[in-house]
Structures are given as C-alpha cells and as structure tokens.
C-alpha cells in the first residue's frame, strides 16, 4: 500500500464498508484489524444527504486517526448526476483512493482522472468497481485507461443480478465457496489487473456470522488471484486474514522448491525433481510469491500491533 505514493510496507489483505454517520461504528472501524476502510458516498447515503455525507467525509479524512489504514472513499457513478460533486468535494481532503461506484468505460475513467488531478495531486488514486455486463466487456480497455487507476473491485452481487443469475444461488457458496456462475468473470477481471500492474479486489456476500464458511470463501478467492477480500464484519476479518497465509504444506513446498533452484544453479541446470514432479522457473517463481506472500502478512500484523500500541488500543 502506498500513501501519498509513498510505500507504507503494509499489505492489503481485507478491505470494509464502513456507515459515515454512526460513530460507533467508525470507532470500532479504526480499532478492527481491517487493511483499508471504504467511507461510503454512493449507496449507504440517501439523496437528501448527499451534500452532508460530502462534508461528513472531508472532516473524517482531516480529524479521525485511521491507525495507518488506508481510507478509500466510494463516490457515486460517473453516469449520474452526483460523482461530479462528489470527487471536487473530497478529493482535495486527500484520502487514499477514490473508489468509482458502477463503472462501465474508459470515458469515465477519463473523466474522474480529469476531475480528481484538477483539486488533488497523483498520490489520490483511483479503484473501480466493475458491477456490470458492460463493464466485464469493457474490462480490458479500462484497466489500461489511467495511471492513476490502481485496482478493479468486482461487486459480484450486483454483477449477478445484472446478467440474470439466480441470486439467491448466489449468495449460497458450494464446496469449498466456489460459485461457478461468476468464475469466468472473476478470472476475466484479475488477468486484466495483472496485464496492467493493477490489483484485483472482490467482495464476500453475505457471509457475516459462519466463520468457517467465511474462512473458505476467502480462501477460494485468494486461489483465484485476487489480492483483497471483503470482510462485511469485524469478526470476519480474523477468517480473511487466515485465509491470506499459505497453509504449512504449502510454505514447506515452497522452500523446498527453492532449494532445489539454489541447487540447480550451482548446477547451471534449469529444471530439477521435487517429491516426483519437475519444478523449474515458474515454479521458483510461483514458490517466491507464495513466501513473499507470508512475509507481508507477517510485517503488516508487525504494523498493526506498533499501530495499536501507540494508539492505546486492545487487541
């Protein structure tokens, strides 16, 4: 993670919702062990508080101490009448990110880059949540449209509901929390954020009091490449964060892998044989960001606890 372009040394791993209007909530926000919180502009806001919810926002960004989260703020959809306000509004309040709700083009892209650089400096990114048929279609070209674009969130809810799924299949994971109907769209969006140097990002639904169906869940979406996962609620970071790590096999094969690169080289040999099977580059490769993986877990949790120490909190 990056705060105003410069490296923090943490690593996101979850990301939550967070009501801009109840205190309490926003307390226990910034104490959970949450990676990144999203103050919400679009959807948890009705429109006769819109203007207020701008407000509410810029003073958080200013006055609130985060405990060195990141804070992304999800502005309305460029396609309405509001995102424009929006971004002038809360941009210049410098929060980490701007999230664009329901995002469907390059031209919006464009038009929040254009907005966002007029009031705030290159270090106030961009994310975007792709949500719908339009959007999956227009996935790749709008991976490559910014630089200031740093991630593409998938909302799979709203993108089920927009190609007609079942959506009450949908939020009833099968084994091991795969949902088969969306696998495609789920793929689709992390090669397009890998292709660009993009992070990948999706959401959990409704997965809020079964830890273990969350803790699968999670781990399913890590497998499938993305780089951060919702956690609806506080007690369900602790399950996506768990599903983070490598397993202990699979720490195990990974340093066993690389030992056997370290012993090729000496070698000038490319390739060896590991419990049966030929490992060789993509395997050094694939063994290096597993353990890369590890070690940013650990110094962000490092992070984290300095965080809770100088801000007094319980753990």
Request: hydrophobic share 45%; aromatic share 6%.
């Amino acid at each position: 993670m990056t705060r105003d372009g410069v490296p923090t040394g943490r690593v996101r791993r979850s990301f939550m919702i967070t009501p801009i209007f109840d205190d309490h909530k926003l307390d226990k926000a910034t104490r959970c062990p949450a990676d990144v919180i999203i103050l919400d502009l679009e959807d948890g806001v009705h429109e006769s508080r819109k203007v207020e919810a701008r407000q509410r926002i810029v003073d958080l960004l200013g006055g609130m101490d985060w405990r060195g989260k990141d804070v992304v703020v999800r502005v309305n959809p460029m396609s309405g009448s509001y995102a424009e306000e929006d971004i002038l509004a809360v941009a210049p309040a410098l929060p980490d990110a701007l999230l664009l709700a329901k995002l469907d083009s390059v031209d919006e892209v464009l038009r929040a880059d254009a907005l966002i650089g007029s009031v705030a400096p290159a270090g106030v990114r961009m994310w975007g949540l792709i949500e719908s048929a339009v959007g999956i279609v227009n996935i790749e070209a709008i991976a490559f449209a910014s630089p200031r674009l740093e991630a593409l969130v998938l909302g799979p809810g709203d993108l089920a509901a927009d190609l007609k799924l079942n959506t009450r299949r949908y939020t009833m994971a099968g084994a091991d929390g795969q949902r088969e109907e969306i696998l495609y769209f789920q793929s689709r969006l992390v090669a397009a954020c890998r292709a660009a140097g993009l992070s990948p990002i999706t959401g959990i639904p409704t997965v809020t009091r079964d830890d273990e169906a969350a803790f699968s869940e999670a781990t399913y979406l890590f497998k499938l490449g993305f780089d951060t996962v919702a956690a609806f609620t506080p007690r369900t970071i602790e399950q996506v964060h768990r599903a983070y790590l490598p397993t202990s096999a699979d720490e195990t094969w990974a340093r066993e892998v690389l030992r056997v690169e370290a012993e090729k080289a000496e070698k000038a040999v490319s390739f060896g044989v590991l419990d049966g099977a030929m490992v060789d580059g993509p395997f050094y490769r694939g063994a290096r960001n597993l353990l890369q993986r590890l070690e940013d877990a650990e110094r962000t949790d490092k992070l984290d606890a300095a965080e809770r120490d100088r801000s007094g909190v319980r753990s």
